[in-house]
Nanobody, 119 residues
Framework: QVQLVESGGGLVQAGGSLRLSCAAS????????MSWYRQAPGKQRELVAA???????NYADSMKGRFTISRDNAKNMVYLQMNSLKPDDTAVYYC?????????????WGQGTQVTVSS
């Protein structure tokens, strides 16, 4: 069984910073892509950033220059450093990992962590 646990969300004022973490644990053979998505109330879930096992990252246009995704392959962890936060960044942020696990091959989601940015 594989678990994803996110942490680091919270309430921050506009212009502030937060760092999200996501830890994958359990029967993991290899994790290929690790990503962060977010979903604001009444909106569809959208990709924030993704990073390959080799460290290649891509970002949604609105996050470029403000957010940085990183990962630690040895610890099966992915991070999202969020700077210059705006009220529009308020959402539930979800970790997603794609890889090969003991019982299946594919992608799985974390439970989400709330980020609220006040104006």
């Amino acid at each position: 069984q594989v678990q994803l646990v996110e942490s680091g969300g919270g309430l921050v004022q506009a212009g502030g910073s937060l760092r999200l973490s996501c830890a994958a644990s359990g029967s993991i053979f290899i994790i290929n892509v690790m990503s962060w998505y977010r979903q604001a109330p009444g909106k569809q879930r959208e990709l924030v950033a993704a990073i390959s096992r080799g460290g290649s990252a891509n970002y949604a246009d609105s996050m470029k220059g403000r957010f940085t995704i990183s990962r630690d392959n040895a610890k099966n962890m992915v991070y999202l450093q969020m700077n210059s936060l705006k009220p529009d960044d308020t959402a539930v942020y979800y970790c997603n990992v794609e890889g090969v696990f003991k019982d299946f091959r594919g992608a799985m989601w974390g439970q989400g962590t709330q980020v609220t940015v006040s104006s």
